[in-house]
């Protein structure tokens, strides 16, 4: 059985990071398209942290017997690798669009550059 303490402090860490995500997008530092997968996260984690019988029921799925809490670890470590997966599919586009946009203003100022010289020179 997962240990009150334990089931106490996991859900005050939940609460907490679903605070910060919350406070991140009131002060608009963080968009609310990224911020579902840190809710969903939260939401996720504070659940499994109330709900101890559910805790260990899923922890038995998984063949965790002697210590069920350990399967909060794993659902936390699951959903930050999704939610890095997602940046970094984030970051891979925007990359790509730097690298188009970057292209566009170099033909942009040779094209600038072509047609001053032609009004100074005509």
Do not use: K
């Not at 997968?37 to 101890?52: K, N, Y």
């Not at 936390?76 to 690298?99: A, N, P, W």
């Amino acid at each position: 059985m997962t240990p009150v303490r334990v089931s106490v402090a996991a859900a005050i860490a939940s609460v907490l990071l679903l605070l910060v995500v919350f406070e991140l997008i009131r002060s608009r530092r963080l968009r609310e398209r990224y911020a579902l997968l840190w809710l969903l996260t939260g939401a996720v984690l504070l659940v499994l942290s109330v709900w101890r019988g559910g805790l260990n029921t899923i922890a038995g799925w998984f063949g965790i017997s002697g210590y069920p809490p350990a399967i909060l670890f794993a659902v936390g470590i699951l959903f930050i690798l999704l939610v890095l997966l997602h940046y970094s599919t984030v970051i891979s586009r925007l990359s790509d669009q730097s690298t188009i946009l970057a292209q566009r203003l170099a033909l942009l100022e040779q094209r600038f550059g072509e047609q001053r010289d032609e009004h100074r020179g005509g």
